[in-house]
């Protein structure tokens, strides 16, 4: 089947640029950011909202540069949710050189390799949504998150697993390295709580889990739990629910999309309920967020997604580096060199979700975690759905 995407996503894809802020005669101090998320494709809810929410904040928050004489556009890139593509559209990235700063990716194993190709430029990467803790742990000066990692979330699922009562879990995954890793991370922690793992499955299959079901069906666990995608969890769950399993499912952040209900409707909020773990809790649990939600949804006449947010302050921080870096510099266009290390020397940042401050390998020296309870059928309501655990948590040493 031939794949049709619209001038628009193609556009995107190339790394069309959208001015946002600046004068005409700044174009000798032009400078861009780049955002990378899928703009298309089954992931696209998440990922349209990441790159709304810089969009957002640069239109917001560009006044100090464009006083400066800078002319900022963004230049938003569409990753398709594919590392591939990913890693090319990093390569057109880092051979811009107005190019200063990135702001993505979603999936963890998009930005892993597309990271690689920043580092050998020294090009700035703030993550709004990226989990798997080989993002940081390589140790790249370029690449920092302002969320948690996958080896905190996958305890906190395992731990809620406990708390719930959960005595045997089936664990599915989808074999990309955010999936399969905090999967990995859920088992072990759930093996030490004295859960009962009695499968552990690794599958690509979007479509009929039948075979991968009977087994689930015929030990009846207590939980069922996923790692991956709400485009593939939410079918999975609802197959099974048609099966007669009448258990508690539980996934992690990225089944964290309105996309879930318009699958598996009320499949989610009969049996046991639906939880999933996040990094990101709905916009409204942020005490900074009222002004961005009422924003947001006066122009794209939406609610924000999960991560929208998030994408928010990954571009206030990155146009602030940039700011100080251009200071530095005599208010010329500075160095990408100077605006990574700009960016990790921003101390208590205050953004819309939270105060930032990056330690020695990128992570936040904080980072808030969520148990959300799916608690209506209806997509347009996800955003209500229930918080039912916050966590603070500083990352692993």
């Known amino acids: 089947m031939k794949r049709r995407f619209s001038?628009?996503?193609?556009?995107?894809?190339?790394?069309?640029?959208?001015?946002?802020?600046?004068?005409?005669?700044a174009a000798d101090k032009a400078i861009k950011i780049a955002t990378q998320s899928p703009l298309s494709g089954d992931q696209s809810v998440v990922g349209v909202d990441i790159k709304r929410g810089a969009e957002l904040a640069l239109e917001q928050l560009g006044g100090?540069?464009?006083?400066?004489?800078?002319?900022?556009?963004?230049?938003?890139?569409?990753?398709?949710?594919?590392p591939d593509t990913g890693v090319a559209n990093a390569k057109r990235i880092v051979a811009d050189p107005a190019?200063?700063?990135?702001?993505?990716?979603?999936?963890?194993?998009?930005?892993?390799?597309?990271?690689?190709?920043?580092?050998?430029?020294?090009?700035?990467?703030?993550?709004?949504?990226?989990?798997?803790p080989k993002v940081t742990t390589r140790g790249y000066m370029e690449v920092n998150r302002i969320v948690g990692r996958d080896d905190v979330q996958g305890v906190v699922g395992a731990d809620f697993a406990k708390m719930k009562g959960v005595k045997t879990?089936?664990?599915?995954?989808?074999?990309?390295?955010?999936?399969?890793?905090?999967?990995?991370?859920?088992?072990?922690?759930?093996?030490?709580?004295g859960i009962k793992?009695?499968?552990?499955?690794?599958?690509?299959?979007?479509?009929?889990?039948?075979?991968?079901?009977?087994?689930?069906?015929?030990?009846?666990?207590?939980?069922?739990?996923?790692?991956g995608m709400a485009f593939q969890a939410a079918v999975l769950f609802k197959q099974a629910r048609e099966r007669g399993y009448e258990g508690?499912?539980?996934?992690?952040?990225?089944?964290?999309?309105?996309?879930?209900?318009?699958?598996?409707?009320?499949?989610?909020?009969?049996?046991?309920?639906?939880?999933?773990?996040?990094?990101?809790?709905?916009?409204?649990?942020?005490?900074?967020?009222?002004?961005?939600?009422?924003?947001?949804?006066?122009?794209?006449?939406?609610?924000?997604?999960?991560?929208a947010a998030q994408g928010f302050d990954s571009m206030a921080i990155s146009l602030k580096a940039i700011e100080n870096a251009a200071k530095a510099n005599n208010n010329e266009v500075p160095s990408r060199e100077a605006v990574t290390k700009a960016v990790r020397e921003l101390k208590d940042f205050q953004g819309i979700t939270?105060?930032?401050?990056?330690n020695e390998i990128g992570d936040p020296e904080k980072a808030l975690y969520f148990v959300i309870q799916v608690k209506d059928a209806d997509a347009a309501k996800w955003s209500m759905n229930e918080v039912v655990q916050t966590l603070e948590i500083a990352p692993p040493k």
């Open 7 to 25: 001038l628009f996503s193609l556009m995107v894809a190339a790394g069309f640029g959208l001015a946002v802020v600046g004068s005409a005669g």
């Open 64 to 82: 100090p540069l464009a006083e400066m004489g800078f002319k900022v556009d963004l230049a938003p890139f569409d990753d398709m949710a594919n």
């Open 99 to 132: 190019i200063l700063a990135v702001v993505g990716h979603y999936n963890s194993g998009v930005q892993i390799p597309s990271s690689e190709v920043y580092h050998t430029s020294q090009l700035a990467n703030v993550s709004p949504a990226n989990t798997n």
């Open 169 to 193: 879990v089936f664990v599915v995954h989808d074999k990309t390295a955010y999936g399969q890793g905090i999967a990995e991370f859920f088992r072990k922690k759930a093996e030490e709580n």
């Open 197 to 227: 793992v009695f499968g552990f499955e690794g599958t690509e299959e979007k479509a009929n889990f039948d075979a991968l079901l009977s087994p689930v069906v015929a030990g009846n666990p207590d939980m069922v739990y996923f790692g």
């Open 248 to 307: 508690i499912f539980m996934s992690d952040d990225g089944f964290d999309s309105s996309d879930a209900a318009k699958i598996a409707g009320g499949t989610l909020i009969s049996g046991g309920g639906t939880f999933y773990s996040t990094v990101s809790g709905p916009a409204s649990v942020y005490a900074g967020t009222k002004k961005f939600i009422e924003d947001f949804k006066a122009k794209y006449n939406a609610d924000p997604q999960p991560f």
């Open 354 to 358: 939270g105060s930032f401050t990056f």
